[in-house]
């Protein structure tokens, strides 16, 4: 079913008692600002590193598609260990994985708006509306977004929303005896339970430390995005899942306990899903699956995933949809996207 406007959709919900949750793509922030969050732009800024290894994967694959970049690296890969090629050969295409992989995490810094204050009240303000209308009627928000822009929304705006990140009390006997308390970084898992945020491909601030799952933060030292520098420049690198295709992403999402739990969370969402700039490509069947789990096909009662209402821009876009409805086991609809106020006319 074609719905013409997200309130539409939205009171259609309503009026079915239906729970409503979001899944944002990278499309959430290509609206704020095409110029430096699409491919393009990361590309483009890629390549003005004339670094000669970014150089040669570029030129050779001739695509501006880091995923599908990175999915042939891997299959070459695979395939020069399968035939026993040569030691030095394969450690240089898993050295030009993961410079791509590097270089992209730098281009998604660099790009970035220097701090929260660049976003203008405005555009805050509507993104903030529309997020509130799933996050206050108790609905979860879904991201494959690795950038700050929705970390930064809810910050600045004051909404109350839990990411499962919290402080533990390192010294609880000397404090309890008059000493000053010591915390611990934010790590997850301490408010896991009420998590209402989800980062399905990781972020720009979340670290794994390899006993624990941490996120950076502004504190007297420098804004978030220079805390983050500081990290990347120690070689300390963000829960970023960078694999190919679906099946790759997925093995990725189940070796880190994060991933994973927000993965087993969207694979388990009661309602409906609502998506913004998230076109379901040939590389997000892991989401896709994860859909089909929540929707427990053949059952009626909840929790279970009812239907999906997938935003898009075109005729073109609609017309993809439809072609791939089959892969889904709830009611898929479209709406028109470009009815959603995210960031406000600048």
């Not at 970084?185 to 945020?197: A, E, T, V």
């Not at 076109?279 to 989401?287: L, M, N, P, T």
């Amino acid at each position: 079913m074609r719905y013409e406007t997200f309130d539409q959709v939205m009171a259609s919900l309503h009026k079915k008692k239906r729970q409503a949750n979001l899944l944002l793509g990278n499309g959430f922030s290509m609206a704020y600002d095409p110029e430096i969050f699409s491919y393009n732009a990361l590309y483009d800024f890629i390549s003005s590193l004339n670094d000669e290894v970014m150089v040669k994967i570029m030129s050779s694959m001739k695509t501006k598609n880091f995923e599908l970049m990175m999915s042939q690296l891997e299959t070459f890969s695979a395939l020069l260990k399968a035939f026993d090629a040569e030691i030095a050969l394969q450690d240089a295409i898993l050295g030009a994985n993961k410079k791509l992989k590097k270089s992209l995490l730098d281009a998604i810094e660099a790009l970035h708006p220097e701090h929260v204050f660049k976003i203008s009240e405005a555009s805050a303000a509507a993104c903030a509306k529309f997020l509130t209308r799933f996050l206050d009627a108790n609905g979860q928000i879904y991201t494959t977004n690795y950038d700050l822009l929705l970390y930064w929304v809810l910050m600045r705006q004051d909404i109350k929303t839990v990411d499962g990140f919290g402080r533990e009390l390192l010294n609880p006997i000397e404090a309890g005896q008059g000493e000053q308390e010591e915390w611990s970084d934010l790590i997850w898992g301490i408010n896991k339970s009420k998590q209402n945020i989800f980062h399905l491909h990781g972020s720009l601030p979340l670290f794994d430390t390899g006993t624990q799952i941490i996120k950076e933060q502004y504190n007297e030292n420098g804004y978030l995005l220079e805390n983050i520098s500081a990290r990347l420049n120690a070689d300390e690198y963000p829960i970023f899942v960078t694999a190919g295709n679906g099946d790759d992403k997925l093995s990725q999402i189940k070796h880190n306990p994060y991933l994973s739990d927000c993965y087993d969370n969207l694979s388990m969402v009661d309602g409906s899903v609502i998506t913004f700039g998230f076109g379901f490509g040939e590389y997000d069947d892991h989401i896709i699956a994860a859909l089909n789990k929540a929707a427990k096909f053949g059952t009626k009662t909840p929790p279970k995933l009812w239907s999906i209402y997938i935003g898009t821009y075109s005729d073109q876009d609609v017309d993809y949809i439809e072609s791939i409805t089959h892969k889904f086991h709830c009611k898929v609809n479209t709406f028109d996207a470009k009815t959603v106020n995210l960031w406000e006319k600048r």
